[in-house]
T-cell receptor, first 115, second 113 residues
C-alpha cells in the first residue's frame, strides 16, 4: 500500500501570499489530519477532516483552512502568509473504527518557508 | 498549555545501552498513547503504542511502561544502536470524537558507537 503522499515537498513563498498544500491519504483511510511542526512549538494539531467534514480544529487563526474531497484527498490553505508560518506541515491519515483512536500514518511533510 | 510533558530534551547513550524517555499527562480522558520516531527530513513514524488497560507493551527492543495512577508513561529502548539516533515524540489522544494527537516536545536521542 502506498503511504501518505504530500505535495509539494518544499515551497518558498513571500509574506502576504497564500499557499495550498495537498495530501493524499493511504487508500481506504477516511480521516485526514494536519499538523504544523516548528522548532519552537513542536507538533501542533491544525484540523481533522472525515467524510469531507471538518471534525475537529486546533487553536490556529482563520487564515488556516482546509477541505477534504470525496476521494479523501485533502488540501490545506494558508492565506496572508506571515514569517511565523514557516514550518513543516504534516498530514496524517487514519482508518476510523467506531471512533476509537487508531494509528496515524504521517506523510513526509511540506517544508514551507515564508520570506 | 502543554498537555503532554516529555523529558529529557536530549539524550546521549552508548551503543548497547538503555535509552529511557519519560512523558506525563494530565487529561484522564486520554486513552491512546503512541510513540513516534522521526528522522531528519521525514515525517514521524509510529514506533509502538499502548492503551491504559495494560501496564507494559514490548515490541522487539522497544518497551512502553504505563503508570495510570501517576499519569506517566515511558519508552525504553534496549540495546540502543546508532541507527536509533532520531527524535522521539510521545503523544496522547482521546478515543471518541476529538482524537487528534497531543504531542510531547520531543527527545533527540544520539547513540554513540
Amino acid at each position: 500500500k502506498a503511504g501518505v503522499t504530500q505535495t509539494p515537498r518544499y515551497l518558498i513563498k513571500t509574506r502576504g501570499q497564500q499557499v495550498t498544500l495537498s495530501c493524499s491519504p493511504i487508500s481506504g483511510h477516511r480521516s485526514v489530519s494536519w499538523y504544523q511542526q516548528t522548532p519552537g512549538q513542536g507538533l501542533q494539531f491544525l484540523f481533522e477532516y472525515f467524510s469531507e467534514t471538518q471534525r475537529n480544529k486546533g487553536n490556529f487563526p482563520g487564515r488556516f483552512s482546509g477541505r477534504q474531497f470525496s476521494n479523501s484527498r485533502s488540501e490545506m490553505n494558508v492565506s496572508t502568509l506571515e514569517l511565523g508560518d514557516s514550518a513543516l506541515y504534516l498530514c496524517a491519515s487514519r482508518p476510523i473504527d467506531r471512533g476509537v483512536s487508531t494509528e496515524a500514518f504521517f506523510g513526509q511533510g511540506t517544508r514551507l518557508t515564508v520570506v | 498549555q502543554q498537555q503532554v510533558k516529555q523529558s529529557p530534551q536530549s539524550l546521549i547513550v552508548q551503543k548497547g545501552g538503555i535509552s529511557i524517555i519519560n512523558c506525563a499527562y494530565e487529561n484522564t480522558a486520554f486513552d491512546y498513547f503512541p510513540w513516534y520516531q522521526q528522522f531528519p527530513g521525514k515525517g514521524p513514524a509510529l514506533l509502538i503504542a499502548i492503551r491504559p488497560d495494560v501496564s507494559e507493551k514490548k515490541e522487539g527492543r522497544f518497551t512502553i511502561s504505563f503508570n495510570k495512577s501517576a499519569k506517566q508513561f515511558s519508552l525504553h529502548i534496549m540495546d540502543s544502536q546508532p541507527g536509533d539516533s532520531a527524535t522521539y515524540f510521545c503523544a496522547a489522544s482521546m478515543g471518541t470524537g476529538a482524537n487528534n494527537l497531543f504531542f510531547g516536545t520531543g527527545t533527540r536521542l544520539t547513540v554513540i558507537p
